[in-house]
């Protein structure tokens, strides 16, 4: 039987953008902790506060840019996700020790399709993690852009890497309504994850974000 692609949808802000994104079918929503740059990011208070009220069957990812295992855990359990999003690279076997720490918890590396080196790097760590999420940082930068750039990056390359892993991949950078069904013919993701695209001066708007499901809507595994 096809189904959808899966949909999070990130940078949620407060409650209200929670359940509007949940409301409109997002199966996940992202919370953003302190990031060095880019938008969206909210309090811990706000992300606790949001994490505890969402029902499941949604998840709540942590978008996290620490690279510490016990840090990560201990931010983790703080706040009460259900996904961890690691948008910077975890220091010295520390995806070995969260799974330690957090043997419950599915763990999403992000990987900044700069390059080739990234698909060598999603390929090393793929065995190491629940899934992977491709977007379009600049980790190696002065002041590091760990997401939320609205930027698209090579889609070729991040086919190669959806290719070449047997976790689920997840596609994010610069996708809006417009794009998406043009990304899922390029990358065939197993999921999306969209944030600046579906907002107007920082806010989720509500037309975007129904145009943006409706185009999901039509896109299935074997269309």
Partial sequence: ???????????????????????YGAAAIGLVSAMPSGPGAIAEQDIAE??????????????????DA??????????????????????????????E???AVELVQVIHVVDESSVREAIAVAPLVDAILLDSGRPRAAIKELGGTGRVHDWKLSRRI????TVPVYLA??????????????VRPYGFDV????????VLNQSKL?????QVGTLTADG
């Fill in 101 to 103: 720490y957090l043997p």
């Fill in 50 to 67: 949001v994490a505890a009220t969402v029902p499941p069957p949604t998840r709540t990812f942590l978008l996290t840019s620490l690279t």
């Fill in 195 to 202: 944030c600046s695209g579906l907002r107007i001066g920082g």
């Fill in 70 to 99: 016990e840090a990560i855990a201990e931010q983790h359990t703080r706040l009460g996700t259900t996904t961890l999003q690691l948008v910077d690279t975890v220091v010295a076997n520390g995806l070995a020790r969260l799974r």
């Fill in 173 to 186: 950078g610069g996708l809006n309504p417009d794009l998406v069904a043009e990304a899922w013919l390029a």
């Fill in 1 to 23: 039987m096809s189904s959808s692609p899966f949909v999070k949808i990130c940078c949620i802000q407060n409650l209200a953008e929670a359940r509007m994104a949940i409301d």
């Fill in 162 to 165: 959806r290719e070449s892993v």
């Fill in 210 to 214: 129904a145009a943006f499901m409706e």
